[in-house]
């Protein structure tokens, strides 16, 4: 453990990550306390740009509401959606993926068509029209987000297992008359841990563009305000009003960054292994 | 090989079909129908506006005979007929695949370059400022917005500079031939196209400088190090050539993924793509445009995956194809 | 931006003769040009005898053309028809065709057509046409240039219907004894428009030409016109900045985009075009359920919201907060009380005193974009400011049409046009008789009072005007107390052009059915 912060530490991206995220943790746990009233209250002027009044410091948007208090609790629809929708769709491929690469044979072979079936349809036009069929909300972006992004882990864990299986433990465990469910969770899947969490972070990331980009597109949940809405609503006043789009617009890229570089941070510390053989 | 590719053929054929008979029935679920859109559009309509509508396009019969329907008529090439913009599907499509090729594999084409050498470099100059500069850019195209960046794009180059045309595919109705004709439409293409192959450039320029420094690593490289060759001719003919699998197999993947991404950059460029067909099809519920171009994408994503495949025996004559 | 309707219509009048004595004085028409436009989205089909969705208006507009057009004042102006004649008793219509007008595809426009279009082909597709004929007798050709319309009682609204969107001539030659929704010509329209399609390119561009032969001396003045398809709004914005396009019909940038690109230099705007459609914007209050069936809940909600400051931050300043039923433009509008200022405080009297449990309501907006967007936003901060939390429920078109049309809502935006008459777009919305499911445009409400039914019925075929404006009137004083639904604002979709481009805008149907006069100055 004490390796793994050594060398986490040693990168300096991913010091900065987690920097990042933890003050987009904080926004999002601090701001009912921060901006008591609701993010939706028109509190000053429509397009009052920054810096002009100090109550609203990053300016307002075309209804006059405060753009950084849509911020701050943007921040926990944006982390919501980011690491709810990569729970779900590890919990859909992990599963999927032992499965397959455990037992092999016509298991492996119905499991990855299934597979190949999603990763065949175009991810984000498939979320679209999930989104659109269930209509706009916040738990139909995250099942949207989660159905599409799911067959990397189910192909990355086939991998692993496929690699563990031969190994003299789990040859062992078999011996041992172990079922095949108990070795899979008990002796497998604690060995995968390392790339899963790697791939997760990432996954958080692109879950949060996909967000926004679903929210771009009129698809996002009217009835909270991430930071993907603030930019589908204020894209339209880009050149009179390039604050609505820019702060949340930044607030994302940073935010993405972060588990990007967290996530190349814990792939060399975690896993030194992986990160060769991936390169 | 022949064998290799029927197999291939059938196991697409079985694809698409499952893929027509799921989108089928999850479009269908979506609330309202065509016939209640395009009632919407005229702004009147009685009830027997709507239910000739309906008779007409056949949403008056059970679901299951629709499906049918659609299914026997699709197993014969048929992709059926729009409603809303009364022309065939398959001409519709037809209309618009080009478009979207051109602005997917221009992009493909940008990443894939600019990101390959890009990740030479960074690997070349490992743990120097150079490498730091190349992946820290690339980092940040990968997590900027792409619809954000494609607005800004806009902003920059075609508002405030006046470079580049800001949307469309060709200057509309110029009557343009041969050479200004293509000229015309590659200074349309520049803009989106660049947008997009930024974005995706992003895990190319990744992807190479770790395969990169894992390849220079090896006991090969070490060999012909000590034997002496010029480093230059080390990198282009051993590492590289070496180091070039896993791009391919993200170069596969992402080949499928730039038909759908181009929703986004179609819809901000007001490119006439396949992609914002789809968009429209699916707000008008134009059930049948949607299944089409979701099958021809699905097609063509099959289609470079086959690509991948032959291309990894080209690199890498060891591998097999089975 | 506020000004009373005979304010406006007064400054229209002094602009219009400024306007007149102008161009007679130092401009004279040049030919020669293409004028771009926007149109968006793009139309499904040019064919608006079969289709009428707004772009295809716009477009088929300058293909087809109705028997009368109208100027800004729901005044017939002579169009296919040269002149015409109504009976005493209201009952016939006598309408002279102009002579030696040709279809694009040679054949001559005569009285034959016309029959064949109001008795055969608008009848098979359009609803609108159907209730329009309910008080036809009969329409017959008494020789090739005269066609007389008979009644079976007086329907003062009939000689407003008769404009190329609700009734657009179309070729008996071609489509008679034909399937009329799958005829090939539907994809090649053939009318006796100022222009005639020339490339259609899907999704980039629909390019028309001017006609060769038509049939008004010297017109059209454009070579062509070209109406690009630029699905995004602020591309479109930017297409007219650089001038790609000169001409962004009214709707087709978002609200929040028109005061800047109104400032640039060179740039006129206008709000004419839109007075025979005169666009009603409200909220479809779902009058069957609790707490939406009481008339003080409903007048609560009209006291909560602050429709001036709606109509100042979204729609910037363009249009009008709505007093009821009928848009002020539209004849027989009568000023009435009650009307609803913002007021807060009784709105929360009213609730405190139905003893209002704080229940939730749900609330659809328009999907037409951010405008419509904000707005709902707007409103759920409004109610929620009385005391009534709102939960918006976001969908597509074919969403929304679904829910209203099935009446699974509490509140929902939505706006109609009331095309030129009160009897053809209001009545519908309020009377007993149009309560039905499956329909987005009817009485989605559910409000039914005999009274009101009685009304309408009365003001519709009652013979003289006086009669019709004291039933009106009367209609509207109760509508205005019940609150069947909560009007917002009369619309007003400002067009931005180039002022280099003239006469863009003649008639009341506006840029659809104008660019036969429309000239470029060099």
């Known amino acids: 453990m004490s390796n793994f912060w050594t060398t986490f530490k040693g990168n300096k991206g991913a010091v900065v990550g987690l920097v990042i995220l933890a003050i987009v943790l904080l926004a999002s746990i601090f701001a009912p306390m921060l901006y008591t009233t609701s993010p939706w209250d028109m509190v000053n002027m429509p397009f009052m740009a920054p810096g002009v009044d100090s109550s609203v410091p990053l300016g307002t948007d075309t209804l006059g509401r405060d753009i950084a208090a849509g911020l701050a609790h943007g921040a926990y629809i944006s982390l919501l959606v980011g690491f709810v929708s990569t729970i779900v769709s590890l919990c859909i491929g992990i599963p999927l993926g032992a499965a397959a690469g455990y037992f092999g044979g016509w298991v492996d072979d119905v499991l990855m068509r299934i597979t190949e079936f999603f990763q065949v349809i175009p991810s984000f036009a498939f979320a679209i029209v999930l989104v659109a069929i269930f209509e706009p909300s916040i738990t139909s972006m995250i099942v949207a987000i989660a159905v599409v992004s799911w067959p990397p882990v189910a192909r990355l864990l086939r991998g692993e297992v496929m690699s563990l299986k031969h190994r003299e433990f789990i040859e062992a465990a078999e011996l041992s008359g172990q079922s095949g469910f108990t070795i899979i969770t008990r002796q497998i899947l604690p060995n995968t841990i390392s790339p899963v969490i790697v791939l997760a972070s990432m996954m958080v990331a692109t879950a949060i563009l996909t967000e926004s980009a679903l929210s771009f597109m009129g698809l996002g949940d009217p009835n909270v305000m991430s930071w993907g809405y603030i930019i589908g609503a204020g894209r339209t006043v880009l050149q009179q009003a390039w604050w609505i789009s820019f702060f949340p617009g930044v607030a994302i890229l940073l935010t993405v960054l972060a588990f990007n570089l967290i996530g190349e941070g814990l792939n060399d510390a975690l896993n030194p292994r992986l990160a060769k053989r991936r390169g | 090989m022949l064998r290799f590719i029927l197999g291939r053929m059938v196991k697409i054929a079985l694809i698409l079909l499952a893929i027509t008979i799921l989108n089928f029935c999850l479009i269908h679920m979506a609330p309202g129908d065509p016939a209640l859109v395009m009632a919407g559009e005229a702004g009147d309509a009685d009830p027997k506006f709507i239910e000739d509508l309906r008779a007409q396009f056949g949403l008056d019969k059970p679901f299951i005979v629709q499906l049918w329907t659609y299914v026997s008529h699709f197993a014969t090439g048929d992709l059926g007929f729009s409603y809303r913009q009364q022309m065939p599907v398959s001409e519709l499509i037809l209309d618009r695949l080009p478009a979207t090729l051109l602005l997917s594999i221009s992009a493909f084409v940008i990443s894939l370059v600019l990101g390959v050498v890009a990740g030479v470099i960074a690997a070349a100059r490992q743990g120097k400022a150079s490498d730091s500069i190349i992946s820290t850019i690339a980092l940040l195209f990968y997590a900027t917005p792409l619809f954000w960046m494609a607005l800004m794009a806009v902003l920059l180059f075609s508002v405030q500079l006046g470079w580049m045309p800001a949307f469309g595919y060709e200057t509309a109705a110029s009557d343009f031939t041969g050479l200004t004709r293509i000229l015309d439409i590659a200074h349309h293409l520049i803009l989106p196209a660049v947008v997009l192959g930024l974005f995706f450039m992003a895990t190319y320029v990744r992807i190479t400088r770790a395969s990169m420094l894992e390849v220079n690593r090896l006991d090969f490289v070490k060999t012909a190090r000590a034997k002496g060759l010029k480093p230059s001719v080390i990198q282009r003919r051993h590492v590289l050539r070496n180091a070039i699998l896993p791009v391919v197999t993200l170069a596969g993947l992402h080949a499928g993924q730039l038909v759908g991404g181009a929703v986004l950059i179609e819809t901000v460029f007001a490119w006439p793509g396949i992609g914002r067909l789809m968009f429209e099809a699916l707000q008008s519920r134009d059930y049948n445009v949607l299944l089409g171009v979701f099958t021809v994408s699905a097609a063509l994503v099959l289609m470079f995956n086959l690509i991948t495949d032959f291309t990894y025996r080209i690199v890498d004559p060891r591998i097999r194809l089975k | 931006m506020l000004s009373t309707t005979a304010m406006r219509r007064a400054a229209i009048a002094a602009a219009c003769s400024f306007a007149a004595t102008a161009s007679f004085a130092q401009e004279t028409p040049v030919k020669g040009g293409r004028l771009d436009l926007v149109v968006q989205p793009e139309p499904t089909s040019l064919m608006i005898g079969i289709t009428t969705n707004g772009p295809s208006l716009l477009v088929g507009g300058s293909i087809y053309e109705g028997l009368l057009r109208y100027d800004e004042n729901l005044e017939p102006m002579p169009s296919l028809a040269k002149s015409w004649e109504i009976s005493e008793d209201g009952l016939t219509?006598?309408?002279?065709?102009?002579?030696?007008?040709?279809?694009?595809?040679?054949?001559?426009?005569?009285?034959?057509?016309?029959?064949?279009?109001?008795?055969?082909?608008?009848?098979?597709?359009?609803?609108?046409?159907?209730?329009?004929?309910?008080?036809?007798?009969?329409?017959?050709?008494?020789?090739?240039?005269?066609?007389?319309?008979?009644?079976?009682?007086?329907?003062?609204?009939?000689?407003?219907?008769?404009?190329?969107?609700?009734?657009?001539?179309?070729?008996?030659?071609?489509?008679?004894g034909t399937e009329f929704a799958t005829n090939p010509a539907n994809d090649?329209?053939?009318?006796?428009?100022?222009?005639?399609?020339?490339?259609?390119?899907?999704?980039?561009?629909?390019?028309?030409?001017?006609?060769?032969?038509?049939?008004?001396?010297?017109?059209?003045?454009?070579?062509?016109?070209?109406?690009?398809?630029?699905?995004?709004?602020?591309?479109?914005?930017?297409?007219?900045?650089?001038?790609?396009?000169?001409?962004?019909?009214?709707?087709?940038?978002?609200?929040?985009?028109?005061?800047?690109?109104?400032?640039?230099?060179?740039?006129?705007?206008?709000?004419?075009?839109?007075?025979?459609?005169?666009?009603?914007?409200?909220?479809?209050?779902?009058?069957?359920?609790?707490?939406?069936?009481?008339?003080?809940?409903?007048?609560?909600?009209?006291?909560?919201?602050?429709?001036?400051?709606?109509?100042?931050?979204?729609?910037?300043?363009?249009?009008?907060?709505?007093?009821?039923?009928?848009?002020?433009?539209?004849?027989?509008?009568?000023?009435?009380?009650?009307?609803?200022?913002?007021?807060?405080?009784?709105?929360?009297?009213?609730?405190?005193?139905?003893?209002?449990?704080?229940?939730?309501?749900?609330?659809?907006?328009?999907?037409?974009?951010?405008?419509?967007?904000?707005?709902?936003?707007?409103?759920?901060?409004?109610?929620?400011?009385?005391?009534?939390?709102?939960?918006?429920?976001?969908?597509?078109?074919?969403?929304?049409?679904?829910?209203?049309?099935?009446?699974?809502?509490?509140?929902?935006?939505?706006?109609?046009?009331?095309?030129?008459?009160?009897?053809?777009?209001?009545?519908?919305?309020?009377?007993?008789?149009?309560?039905?499911?499956?329909?987005?445009?009817?009485?989605?409400?559910?409000?039914?009072?005999?009274?009101?039914?009685?009304?309408?019925?009365?003001?519709?075929?009652?013979?003289?005007?006086?009669?019709?404006?004291?039933?009106?009137?009367?209609?509207?004083?109760?509508?205005?107390?019940?609150?069947?639904?909560?009007?917002?604002?009369?619309?007003?979709?400002?067009?931005?052009?180039?002022?280099?481009?003239?006469?863009?805008?003649?008639?009341?149907?506006?840029?659809?059915?104008?660019?036969?006069?429309?000239?470029?100055?060099k």
Request: charged share 20%.
């Open chain 3, 188 to 521: 090649k329209p053939i009318g006796t428009g100022p222009y005639v399609l020339a490339e259609w390119k899907r999704g980039s561009y629909i390019e028309l030409d001017a006609n060769p032969t038509y049939w008004r001396e010297g017109l059209p003045y454009l070579d062509d016109v070209v109406y690009h398809v630029v699905p995004d709004a602020a591309s479109r914005a930017t297409a007219f900045e650089t001038r790609v396009v000169s001409v962004l019909p009214g709707g087709s940038v978002e609200n929040f985009d028109i005061p800047r690109l109104a400032a640039e230099e060179g740039v006129c705007t206008t709000e004419k075009g839109w007075e025979y459609n005169a666009p009603l914007s409200w909220m479809w209050i779902n009058n069957r359920t609790a707490p939406m069936d009481n008339k003080k809940f409903r007048q609560a909600i009209m006291y909560a919201m602050n429709r001036e400051m709606m109509l100042k931050v979204l729609w910037n300043g363009y249009g009008k907060v709505a007093t009821g039923p009928i848009t002020s433009t539209i004849p027989f509008y009568d000023a009435v009380e009650p009307t609803y200022e913002y007021n807060p405080d009784k709105a929360k009297e009213l609730l405190k005193e139905i003893g209002y449990d704080g229940k939730a309501l749900r609330l659809l907006p328009l999907p037409y974009g951010e405008t419509w967007q904000r707005w709902a936003e707007v409103v759920k901060q409004n109610l929620k400011a009385v005391g009534i939390p709102v939960e918006i429920e976001s969908t597509d078109v074919a969403g929304w049409n679904q829910k209203t049309s099935q009446w699974d809502y509490d509140l929902a935006f939505t706006y109609l046009y009331e095309n030129g008459d009160p009897a053809i777009g209001v009545a519908r919305n309020y009377i007993t008789s149009q309560i039905a499911l499956g329909n987005p445009f009817n009485n989605v409400e559910g409000y039914s009072n005999p009274k009101v039914d009685e009304l309408f019925a009365k003001a519709a075929t009652a013979p003289s005007d006086e009669e019709r404006q004291a039933a009106y009137t009367e209609v509207q004083k109760i509508l205005q107390e019940d609150v069947p639904v909560a009007w917002l604002t009369e619309l007003s979709f400002p067009t931005l052009y180039d002022c280099s481009v003239q006469g863009l805008v003649s008639t009341a149907n506006g840029i659809g059915n104008s660019l036969g006069e429309t000239w470029i100055k």
């Open chain 3, 93 to 176: 219509y006598t309408f002279h065709l102009q002579e030696g007008v040709t279809f694009s595809d040679g054949e001559p426009f005569t009285s034959k057509d016309v029959v064949f279009t109001m008795k055969d082909f608008l009848m098979e597709t359009k609803s609108k046409w159907r209730a329009i004929m309910e008080p036809v007798a009969d329409v017959t050709a008494t020789d090739d240039y005269t066609v007389v319309v008979t009644m079976k009682e007086p329907f003062g609204p009939f000689i407003r219907s008769l404009s190329y969107n609700v009734a657009p001539m179309v070729p008996a030659h071609i489509y008679e």
